[in-house]
């Protein structure tokens, strides 16, 4: 064994070692979309009295801590997003309602003297000020109290804890204790009060919280005028239930609210609907894997098999690496790691068919030469695609939110995993594997000293793809055009999390006609529901905004014609943030045009830079195209889907191109378009393996991954059979046209144009 096999064998060996480890100690952290549970993201207002600012929403922060710490919710999750929004998640918490009732509440509390009753009969929902300081608020009965400046606030309280008093009759109620100046202000407070007749209104003291009169007790008349009530403790009663009591006294331990705060978003996943999307994921990526195993084996033999081998130690080491970074696994994260698995093909497909060459030319001698100098020849397209790969990555992590984030999360990781298994795993097995004897003996075993069956066809023919290099870019453009009218014609149909509103996910106990549930919400007041099938026993309704009265009132009409229907899913996106999240979708899309364009220009000639972006344009008007034919929606997981496709596209043209600039250099001066054509016969042998390895993994994504990533899979096979046809028949020729229109404006030594 030599001393670079030793040095690989070693740091596989450490690699996988430590994988091992942290996969068995350390638990992979699921998100709320798989485990279940609720997410709200709150963005905090300026008052005429306190700025939102940085430090407003820390203090905010605090607050809610306290506030679901005392609610008993098990591992919850808090975290500040830029200066104004608070992203809380709070796993198995199923009703939304309460959730964002408890934590939206500003729970501003204060202790009014009463001036009087009135009587004016005027509007009394709001409160009317009447003299500086004094304002009307109606008591729990409805009466108008006319109330005069706080004598104290919750500040000034100690503790608050909810009690039941049976013998007492007073039920379930709110002990509050005070502190410090708290507790003279409160015995000057009852002291002026008892100093009014008995059933006076002037007698009673109110409580207020958010302006609204929670209990306003007459003083007791056992309390002396003028001395008050000394022992700084006081109850609030008003027929609370239990649940009423704890969350008033979780309220005032809490405090107030420095800011108020509106709920801008809210995510609510059932437990079952997580648990499916698990075992759905884990089946695709069991029987995707298997085929594409079974694909690389029948195509390169022994090297494919350890090959596959390699791509079980990828699958440890990206879960590793995931699990020791923190990362939260989403939905469209764990799509991601099903879909690396097939992208991890890639780089093992582009040197084993680097080999074939080297062994079928003879310029290397032997199957471990031929396979020493395919990884190395390889190495500079399989860095490219990577890299094209991770700025897709990057700009997901940095440009998104939620659960896109996390498949850009996942993706990145599953890059860098890849190229560690194919460069140093694959490597390391078949360099060993090549050196024994009895594989010397046998060189076919190891699949690289046959051309494979593409390469022979193409080989016997020697087709001229581009001979008509226009004719194919007339057909790419009417293809485009095809597609293009969609958006024309159809629009483009933006989902919830761009337009703002609300997105329902029923599972129902059979298969239910959407029109009947469309023509009934209609009847009740909601003409604009958009009701679709979700896989077999599943219904969707999106709607506009809608209140939890509104929401519970379409579950009500929906149970009405479906019967029995759980609801599994609940999204509620304020328009603010729809407007927000849509504007940042463009932002991104451009950004990765931007980037695409820049590392290209970089890496090749404007030349060759400009058609790889034709080309990736091309594909993304495409698939926006025939999803709006098809009239599915376009919302944050089709953008992760939309600049994954960006990436892979790129992917195939910068394998073609790179093969271009090594021929150009082989041969200067040869003609550009035969170059161009020669590139394309010797990588399409990798391209079609490529595609088909990935196709594998996709198709399974789509019939076994649920009716949550059946549109994400369909978006990358759209992408993926649009981008291996873009990279030969669009990229290719845009180049042949572009170097041949630079080629004419060069200018000669004595200032004369040439021609070629």
């Known amino acids: 064994m030599t001393r670079s096999l030793r040095v690989r064998a070693l740091l596989a060996l450490t690699v996988l070692a430590l994988s091992l480890y942290v996969a068995v100690t350390v638990p992979l952290r699921l998100g709320l979309d798989l485990r279940g549970g609720t997410q709200i993201v709150l963005e905090t207002r300026s008052t005429p009295t306190a ?21 008993g919710v098990a591992e919850p999750t808090l975290v500040r997003s830029g200066d104004h929004r608070i992203i ?53 009965s409805g009466t108008p109290l006319r109330l005069g400046p706080a004598s104290l606030t919750g500040e000034d309280v100690k503790e608050a804890a909810a009690r039941f008093d049976q013998q007492g009759g007073a039920g379930w109620h709110v002990t509050v204790g005070f502190e410090g100046d708290g507790r003279a202000d409160w015995a000057r407070l009852t002291g002026e009060a008892a100093c009014k007749a008995p059933g006076d209104a002037a007698r009673r003291v109110a409580i207020v919280l958010d302006d609204k ?79 594409t195993s079974l694909f690389i084996i029948a195509v390169y033999r022994l090297l494919g098999a ?65 396979l020493t100098a395919g990884f190395r020849n390889a190495f500079s397209a399989i860095a490219d695609s990577n890299i094209t790969t991770l700025i897709a990555a990057a700009l997901l992590f940095f440009l998104a939110s939620g659960p896109v984030r996390g498949f850009g ?11 560690f298994s194919a460069l140093v795993i694959s490597r390391l097995l078949a360099e060993f594997a090549a050196s024994r004897p009895g594989v010397r003996r046998r060189p076919r075993l190891t699949g690289i000293a046959t051309t494979g069956a593409v390469r022979d066809r193409l080989t016997r023919r020697d087709p001229l793809l581009l001979g008509r290099p226009r004719r194919w870019l007339a057909t ?98 304020g328009p603010s ?60 997981v089709f953008m992760a889907a939309l600049l994954t496709v960006i990436g892979y596209s790129v992917n195939d043209s910068v394998v073609l191109f790179d093969r271009v600039r090594e021929l150009d250099r082989r041969g200067p001066g040869a003609p550009f378009p035969g170059v161009v054509n020669r590139a394309i016969l ?25 009716s949550s990533l059946t549109d994400f899979a369909l978006a990358l096979l759209i992408g993926l059979v649009v981008g291996t046809y873009s990279s030969v028949f669009t990229a290719a020729p845009v180049a042949i046209g572009l170097h041949a229109r630079s080629r004419r404006r060069k200018p000669s030594p004595e200032g004369v144009a040439v021609t070629t």
């Open 51 to 71: 700025d939102a600012d940085s430090a407003a929403t820390d203090r905010t922060l605090e607050v809610l801590r306290g506030r679901i710490d005392a609610l």
């Open 88 to 140: 809380v998640e709070l796993p198995g918490v199923q009703d939304p309602k309460k959730a964002a009732d408890v934590l939206g509440r500003t729970a501003q509390l204060t202790f009014h003297p009463v001036l009087g009753a009135t009587h004016d009969g005027g509007d009394t929902s709001r409160p009317l000020p009447k003299r500086p300081g004094q304002r009307v608020l109606p008591d729990e």
């Open 213 to 291: 009169v929670i209990s306003s007790p007459q003083v007791d008349p056992s309390v002396a005028c003028g001395t008050g009530i000394r022992d700084g403790a006081t109850r609030i009663t008003g027929s609370f239930s239990p649940e009423e009591a704890r969350e008033l006294s979780l309220l005032i331990n809490g405090g107030a609210l420095p800011v108020p705060v509106e709920t801008v978003e809210q995510r609510t996943v059932g437990p079952t609907l997580g648990a499916q999307a698990i075992t759905a994921s884990a089946w695709a990526a069991v029987i995707g894997t298997a085929l």
């Open 306 to 370: 350890l090959a596959a081998l390699a791509l079980a130690c990828y699958g440890l080491v990206s879960y590793a690496a995931l699990a020791a970074l923190g990362a939260t696994l989403t939905l469209p994260g764990l799509a991601g790691f099903v879909l690396a698995i097939g992208m991890a093909v890639d780089a093992n497909v582009l040197v084993f068919e680097r080999a074939r060459e080297e062994y079928a030319a003879r310029r290397r001698p032997g199957i471990r030469a031929a």
């Open 409 to 419: 999360v996942t993706l990145g990781v599953g890059v860098l995993a890849s190229m």
């Open 476 to 573: 790419s453009a009417a293809v485009l055009v095809l597609a293009g009218s969609g958006l024309a014609v159809r629009g483009v149909d933006l989902g919830v999390e761009f337009t703002g509103g609300r997105l329902i996910e029923y599972s129902t106990s059979g298969p239910v006609d959407p029109g009947r549930v469309r023509a009934a919400l209609a009847d009740a007041g909601f003409p604009r529901a958009v009701v679709q099938s979700s896989g077999d026993t599943g219904l969707t309704v999106r709607t506009e905004p809608l209140t939890d009265a509104e929401e519970a009132e379409v579950t009500g009409t929906l149970r009405d014609v479906a019967g029995p229907a759980d609801k599994v899913r609940d999204e509620l996106i």
């Open 577 to 636: 943030l729809g407007k927000e999240l849509r504007q940042g979708a463009l932002i991104a899309l451009a950004v990765a045009l931007g980037a695409q364009f820049v590392y290209l220009a970089a890496r090749f000639r404007w030349v060759l830079g400009s058609a790889a972006v034709v080309a990736l344009v091309h594909d993304v008007v495409i698939l926006l195209g025939v999803f709006a034919w098809l009239g599915k929606p376009v919302d944050g």
């Open 682 to 706: 010797q990588t399409l042998p990798r391209t079609v393996n490529t595609g088909m390895g990935a196709a594998f993994m996709l198709t399974a994504l789509a019939v076994l991954g649920g």
